[in-house]
């Protein structure tokens, strides 16, 4: 009995002591540790939604960037396609005028080309009529024949 009294009494101060002294420091230990996680979650939570905030600014940045930059190269096109409409504009009243002026000068070749072939068959018309009647024909008749002729 006395070595059962004794295994008791070791029992109830064992279990005395893990109540008042070990357990509270477990406890506060384990209580410590737990505030510690929970924290390092804040603030881990804090940092996402924060670097969250962040990414949204940056890509409101980024797209105002982008429409600026949009606008840019629109304003920029817009002023290319006005000077190519310019120059274009200035070339085709250039082709226009030269066109008008080639036109002129053949008209010019032309007109001069044929009142040099009507004096030259006026010329050979009198000429063959004078050999087939003897006598040279009036000019004004061998040219209005000839004026016909060319005409058609």
């Known amino acids: 009995m006395k070595e059962l009294a004794w295994g008791a009494g070791s029992f109830v101060v064992f279990a005395l002591l893990m109540r008042f002294v070990l357990f509270p420091k477990v406890k506060k230990g384990m209580d410590a540790r737990y505030e510690g996680i929970r924290s390092s979650h804040e603030t881990a939570d804090a940092e996402r939604s924060?670097?969250?905030?962040?990414?949204?600014?940056?890509?409101?940045?980024?797209?105002?960037?982008k429409a600026d930059a949009a606008r840019v190269v629109d304003a920029a096109r817009q002023t290319l396609e006005a000077e190519r409409q310019a120059t274009l504009a200035e070339v085709n009243?250039?082709?226009?005028?030269?066109?008008t002026a080639a036109v002129a000068q053949a008209d010019a070749v032309r007109t001069a080309a044929r009142d040099q072939i009507h004096a030259a068959v006026s010329?050979?018309?009198?000429?063959?009529?004078?050999?087939?009647?003897?006598?040279?024909?009036?000019?004004?008749?061998?040219?209005?024949?000839v004026s016909e002729v060319m005409a058609r």
């Open 50 to 65: 924060s670097a969250r905030a962040e990414v949204a600014d940056y890509e409101a940045q980024l797209a105002g960037i």
């Open 93 to 99: 009243a250039g082709i226009a005028e030269r066109r």
């Open 123 to 145: 010329d050979v018309a009198g000429r063959a009529g004078e050999l087939a009647t003897g006598r040279r024909p009036a000019a004004d008749i061998v040219d209005r024949a």
